[in-house]
């Protein structure tokens, strides 16, 4: 069973930096794109970052400059470097990613969800 486990949330002051990461774990062949979204209260779920399997990457334009994705792919962990962080953005983290199981075709699976807090 492929699962995804987040850690790295928390209180933050505005202006402040946090990490997130993101480690697939169970039977996988490979993995592709890998990324976060967010939701804050009373909004939808939105992009925040990605990274497709050869590196490339993609932000939202809210992120773009203060935000940083990167990847280790032995350890099938994704990461979320959050720097100058605003109280807008405020929110659940939900890591994602697009992963082949062993034996299985491709599916989207996404995280429980981590909560980070900047305080103004």
């Known amino acids: 069973q492929v699962q995804l486990v987040e850690s790295g949330g928390g209180l933050v002051q505005a202006g402040g930096s946090l990490r997130l990461s993101c480690a697939a774990s169970?039977?996988?062949?490979?993995?592709?794109?890998m990324g976060w979204y967010r939701q804050g209260s009373g909004k939808q779920r939105e992009l925040v970052a990605v990274i497709n399997r050869g590196g490339g990457t993609n932000y939202a334009d809210s992120v773009k400059g203060r935000f940083t994705i990167s990847r280790d792919s032995a350890k099938n962990t994704v990461y979320l470097q959050m720097n100058s962080l605003k109280p807008e953005d405020t929110a659940v983290y939900y890591c994602?990613?697009?992963?082949?199981?062993?034996?299985?075709?491709?599916?989207?699976?996404w995280g429980q969800g981590t909560q980070v807090t900047v305080s103004s």
């Open positions: 169970g039977s996988i062949a490979s993995i592709n794109a």
């Open positions: 994602y990613a697009q992963i082949v199981p062993s034996g299985r075709s491709t599916n989207n699976y």
